[in-house]
């Protein structure tokens, strides 16, 4: 079972967890193993909190033992893109002037995932201000796509689908303007999707000296996942707006215009 940990989807990691037939301290310990052994030959989690990812993961078993109200994550160790603000964590975007800029809140999508009882073991590689095909920079290296290692994994969420398709991981999310999530997917053979515009705050996903009070054209935050299914559950749990908007916000999309592959050209 544990050969195959890695490689299970959120949402069945996070069943085996709620049904105790794996602590989350186990799994998130059995994570920080697979991204020290393969730190070298893929480099994707870049930025590293496992002490505190073990802690939590502690605290979320003592939960699950007294019978404590818990998410549809709980328990599931995860990581997510250097873009998004982690409180405590180090955000640069790959800009060397910017490499010991320190995020002094977690990001609305950070938060979220943590109500829904995740916890981050850290944040995975980008190319320079997340503007390439592939995720190099001069702070953190370059990372290599698992599937063949001289290959790149995409950019500019490269270092979350190799991560994810390594099984370091069991969720992560990334951004996307022309490609950022799909391109990164599609590359290492994982799931990606670029929500709707306006529909995930962006709140705590900016360069570290910008703040933003309102969305940015065209650009989104989304999940990355190894099945479609936790697509969908993540993008329900990070949906809703920021905080200046979230009086008259609400979600309402029309209908898909397609139900099937063929209905698409």
């Known amino acids: 079972m544990a050969d195959e940990l890695g490689f299970k989807p959120a949402l069945e990691l996070a069943a085996l967890i709620a049904q105790k037939q794996i602590s989350s301290v186990e799994l998130t310990n059995y994570f920080i193993q697979r991204i020290e052994a393969s730190a070298e030959s893929l480099n994707a989690v870049v ?16 939960t699950l033992a007294a019978g404590g109200e818990v998410g549809p994550l709980h328990g599931l ?32 999508v950070v938060r979220a995932f943590k109500a829904a009882g995740a916890h981050f073991m850290g944040k995975t590689n980008v190319p320079l201000m997340l503007s390439d095909y592939q995720s190099y920079n001069e702070i953190y290296g370059q990372t290599n796509n698992p599937w063949h290692p001289g290959c790149t994994p995409g950019g500019s969420s490269g ?4 991560a994810l398709a390594a099984g370091l991981t069991g969720l992560d999310s990334g951004s996307d303007i022309g490609g950022s999530i799909r391109n990164p997917a599609h590359y290492c053979g994982v799931y990606g999707h670029k929500p709707t515009w306006n ?45 200046l908007a979230a ?9 898909p215009r397609a139900q099937r592959l063929q209905d698409l050209r």
């Open 47 to 62: 930025v590293q909190d496992f002490e505190r990812a073990l802690a939590q993961a502690v605290a979320a078993d003592e």
């Open 77 to 108: 160790p995860m990581t997510i893109k250097e873009s998004y603000n982690i409180e405590g964590l180090k955000t640069t975007w790959g800009f060397p002037m910017w490499k010991d800029m320190v995020a002094a809140a977690d990001s609305d």
């Open 159 to 162: 270092g979350s689908a190799a």
């Open 199 to 243: 529909i995930v705050s962006m709140a705590g996903h900016a360069p570290p000296v910008v703040q933003l009070y309102g969305e940015v054209d065209v650009a989104v935050v989304g999940p990355l996942a190894r099945s479609a299914a936790d697509l969908r559950l993540a993008l329900a749990l990070t949906a809703g707006p920021m905080e």
């Open 247 to 255: 009086d008259g916000w609400q979600l309402q999309l029309p209908p």
